[in-house]
């Protein structure tokens, strides 16, 4: 429903400092274009630069009303506040939005779109798109994105939230400028929100999942010479149940390992170790292959996050990775995608 002619507030309170706002931090990253101004009441007048280290310099407010000064018709809620809720205050600001004649776009899980309060202040050709709904008419997977002849590239990674959707959206901006007709497919709300179109994996029912992830490539694949899957959890993570309907979805044939330098434990469960890479690798092709039942597809690069690190250490990091396990390694945020994209093109 994002369109180029659309000005964007997003919703950030306690975001940008804090820990909650990484959907919206990377709707700013990665659709400037549509960035009217961000709202968070931790630091209005900031540098959202400087704060971030995004290259976009748009104005941080405090509230919704100084927002509506910079004649926005959307606003995204970009913030995931512990349990999924918004406190009152700022739900009392979505309000506010609605009332004034502005759509919404909701990451969250709570359907916006079906409480009566905002559906009684929306007017026509204004709306509220709740990303985080099953599609309809959903199959089983069949395996038959393995019949496409264009590249399926999949993000896995090591642990959640290490850099899976960042590594897809370069890869495919790079893909872009090479002149390859790139698509990037959105399996989170941060991912659609971007592309304005995509699944809501975690929202959906774990027998279709696999035929939602088979449905999103098959709608694509036709017309393009390679997609970008954004990868979701982690094969080593225990809470995650999102990354083996991605691969069987999307019959991939080739995956890029992400991982955050220096991590040795899942984040949320310190007692579970997180292997050394040439073994995650490992693991991943042959889950990909299932002893032959599907294709093979290889692990051909790693996409190292050193974003915690300084300069020379991130590029010592990323040495050691390649020299672990004999594969390319760059970040792709930090230092670019190219040989990650080399490595895809060539194998």
């Known amino acids: 429903m994002l369109n180029s002619n659309h000005r964007v507030a997003v919703l950030l309170h306690e975001g940008i400092r804090g820990t909650q706002g990484k959907t919206g931090l990377a709707l700013v990253r990665y659709r400037p274009d549509a960035i009217a101004v961000v709202i968070d009441q931790d630091c ?5 630069r400087n704060l971030t280290n995004i290259p976009c310099d748009v104005p941080i407010v405090a509230s919704v009303s100084e927002a509506l000064a910079y004649d926005v018709d959307v606003l995204a809620i970009g913030i995931a ?54 599609p309809s008419g959903l199959r089983v997977g069949s395996a038959m994105a393995r019949m496409l002849s264009c590249k399926r590239v999949l993000t896995v990674g090591t642990d959640m939230s290490v850099g899976k959707m960042s590594t897809s959206l370069e890869l495919d901006r790079a893909a872009q400028k090479q002149g390859l007709r790139s ?24 027998d279709f999942a696999s035929g939602a992830v088979e449905q999103l490539v098959m709608r694509y694949g036709a017309d393009s010479d390679i997609l970008q899957i954004e990868g979701q959890g982690s094969l080593m993570n225990p809470a995650s149940t999102a990354t083996l309907p991605l691969i069987r979805g999307s019959q991939p044939t080739h995956l890029i390992l992400v991982h955050r330098a220096g991590q040795t434990h899942i984040r949320n469960f310190p007692h579970v170790s997180i292997p050394r890479l040439r073994a995650v690798v490992q693991v991943y092709e042959t889950v990909a292959s299932a002893g032959g039942s599907f294709a093979p597809a290889k692990v051909v690069a790693i996409a190292l996050n050193t974003a915690h690190l300084d300069h020379d250490a991130a590029w010592r990091a990323i040495a050691l990775a390649q020299e672990e396990t004999g594969l390319p390694c760059s970040d792709p945020v930090r230092f670019g995608v190219e040989p990650l994209l080399s490595a895809i093109l060539t194998h």
Do not use: C, Y
């Open 44 to 48: 209005p007048g900031e540098s959202f």
């Open 183 to 206: 698509k990037f497919l959105g399996t989170g709300q941060a991912g659609i929100m971007i592309a304005g179109d995509g699944i809501p994996l975690d929202a959906i029912r774990v």
């Open 81 to 134: 506040p512990s349990g999924g809720a918004l406190p009152e205050t700022w739900f009392a600001e979505i309000k506010q939005a609605i009332a004034a004649g502005v759509s919404i776009m909701n990451g969250l899980h709570t359907r916006m779109a079906a409480l009566p309060e905002l559906k009684a202040l929306l007017k026509p050709n204004q709306w509220i798109w709740d990303i985080r709904q099953e």
